[in-house]
């Protein structure tokens, strides 16, 4: 049995307005257990953004426009309505040529990149793993490409 939202659960939702020094969106790359590769990116509403592997660390100044339009990109693709994980494969069987039956299998210890969103007080993360949700891992994409020629 799964439980039903009752009248007084309510469900987070990003403000409808905040300051843009407000804002903070971030990556987190994690390799699958003992790959080397892994990295970090951040970038705050003031522009100062950062991409750090392996020790080494590169920093931008990130123009408001470009973090306007990263912010409708995230908008666009609906990010505030995912499932905060994509880390469970669910798929469905048959089962004597009669009978359905759903599987959901935890990926451990899988490659999975974490891409958060701060809109002052609210925060929303979504973990990533296999490209999937696609939306999300394209705009990943396009973040990386800020800091990754």
Do not use: W
């Not at 790359?29 to 892994?38: L, M, S, V």
């Not at 891409?115 to 993360?125: P, S, V």
Request: aromatic share 8%.
């Amino acid at each position: 049995m799964s439980k039903l939202a009752e009248a007084g659960d309510t469900i987070p939702v990003p403000p409808a307005q905040y300051p843009l020094a407000g804002v903070a969106i971030s990556i987190l790359h994690q390799t699958g257990h003992g790959i080397p590769g892994g990295y970090e990116i951040a970038i705050q509403g003031n522009g100062d953004g950062f991409y750090l592997q392996n020790a080494l660390k590169t920093e931008l100044q990130i123009s408001s426009g470009t973090l306007l339009e990263l912010l409708n990109d995230f908008y666009r693709i609906h990010f505030f309505e995912l499932a905060d994980t994509y880390q469970v494969k669910k798929q469905v069987l048959l089962r004597d040529n009669t009978l359905v039956a759903s599987t959901a299998l935890k990926m451990a210890d899988i490659s999975s990149k974490k891409l958060c969103i701060q809109l002052a007080d609210y925060q929303k993360c979504v973990t990533i793993v296999n490209d999937q949700p696609a939306e999300a891992a394209q705009l990943i994409t396009k973040i990386e490409r800020l800091f990754i020629h």
